[in-house]
């Protein structure tokens, strides 16, 4: 069976989680806790699986291990065909990178836990200077955002047509992150409305922090 180390606040875990319920693939849920004792992902038998030190790491069948959670979510789709991940045309496929990449490569990096950690403890940079540097990121990017969905006749339901994929699944965790630091979202209707859409589907809900075996 498959292995997914996981840490349930993680923004790219959950992308992986959600990914995961949308295929039906059974999974071992494995946490590695990124605050205790330092941080779970530092301990060298971790880092023999994982040397970036981050999750999530999907372990295959065969016992592969896989970095990077676009990477995993693009594996798990050629390896599991249906439902799909990403559009069957190369201009939809490209669309819908592009989309998870605004989120996966542009905002998440600069709020993920090691730049708050970096922020706070190296630079000494207080509480809520840290807070309002998460929420100028997520602002930029989520403003992005939503011009490129709400200005093309692509964008249905979800992000790409009236199928969730790719960029659904990394949108919701970014969404849930942005919530926790108190982000005003009223300017982006169409972030909010695919939202909703996905929370109702029970592979978006099943995937939640708040329902992992680590959750606190």
């Known amino acids: 069976m498959l292995q997914l180390y996981s840490y349930f606040r993680s923004s790219a875990s ?9 295929k039906g693939l059974p999974y071992t849920y494995v946490p590695v ?5 330092g941080g779970a992902q530092h301990a060298p038998e971790y880092h023999q699986i994982n040397p970036a ?6 372990v295959t069948d065969d016992g592969r291990a896989l970095g990077q959670s676009l990477a995993i979510m693009e594996y798990l789709d050629e390896a599991h065909p249906e439902p799909a991940l990403l559009p069957r045309d190369a201009l939809g496929r490209a669309r ?5 990449q605004t989120i996966a490569c542009e905002i998440h990096p600069l709020n993920n836990l090691r730049v708050l950690q970096y922020l706070e403890r190296d630079l000494k940079v207080d509480e809520s200077t840290k807070a309002d540097w998460y929420r100028h ?3 930029l990017g989520f403003t992005a955002l939503e011009a490129m969905l709400s200005q093309s006749p692509e964008t249905g339901t979800f992000c790409h047509g009236n199928t969730p994929g ?9 969404i849930a992150n942005s919530r926790r630091f108190a982000t005003p979202l009223d300017a982006f209707p169409t ?3 695919i939202e909703e859409a996905c929370l109702a589907l029970d592979a978006f809900a099943k995937a939640a922090p708040q329902l992992q075996p680590d959750a606190m």
Not at 14 to 22: K, P
Not at 33 to 37: D, M, T
Not at 96 to 100: C, D, E, N, P, T
């Open 14 to 22: 959950y992308r992986v989680r959600i990914a995961l319920n949308l």
């Open 33 to 37: 806790h990124l605050l205790h004792g």
């Open 53 to 58: 030190e981050l999750v999530p790491t999907l």
């Open 96 to 100: 819908v990178r592009a989309l998870a």
């Open 137 to 139: 990121w997520i602002t």
């Open 166 to 174: 790719l960029a659904d699944c990394c949108l919701i965790p970014q």
């Open 191 to 193: 972030l909010r409305r």
